[in-house]
């Protein structure tokens, strides 16, 4: 079965007979791409599940007041960033830790999961983007990861496409640095120069 267009999805949402089917339909269609945004986010796998669940709760309770200004993707987008970034302000304000000991354990739960596929090279990447404020993340994750256009996260986040463009380049700075230091602190320790007293041996 292929994807179903918005003009399709919310037809079937607004007759009361095909209501739920329609939105079990949307969940269908979303929850893959949707998921793997916020497991970039947060990083677990059973709290992402649950700030997915959160998302789609939301999004069926304020389905009815959807303006069709954006599209439904937009739309889902911006609760599942909203809810990502409520989520860990409350996992920080809950374990009473500093930013410092909060990018740690998302570290920390990268490293053991099962979930997170690739080379030594990506998982770098992955930690190094972890570092990043939520929002910057969330910003740099939509572009590089996700592809999403400009005008897509201007409508996901409520920020005007020029910020999120100065947002996502200094965040590229930020993770190409960090990758250059992280490559030059585990660079094995070059040989030392021999010694005069090598020499004379």
Known sequence: MGEFSDA????L???EESR???FNLLVRQYQRRLYAFIRRMVTDHDEAQDVLQNTFIKAWKGLDRFREESQLYSWLYRIAHNECLSHLRRQRRHLFVSDAKA?????????SSEHFSG?????RLQAAVLRLPDKQRAVFIMKYFEGLKY???????GT???ALKSSYHIAVKKIEQWLVMDQTK??????????SDDKTR
């Not at 399709?8 to 037809?11: D, K, Q, R, T, V």
């Not at 897509?152 to 986040?157: D, K, N, P, R």
């Not at 585990?186 to 010694?195: F, V």
């Open 20 to 22: 739920n089917y329609a």
């Open 160 to 162: 005007s496409v020029g």
């Open 13 to 15: 949402y607004r007759k």
């Open 119 to 123: 080379d030594a090279i990506q998982r």
């Open 8 to 11: 399709e999805l919310l037809a």
């Open 103 to 111: 990018i740690e354990r998302l570290t920390t739960t990268l490293d």
């Open 151 to 157: 005008e897509e996260m201007s409508t996901a986040t």
């Open 186 to 195: 585990d660079a094995p320790q070059a040989s030392k120069s021999p010694t």
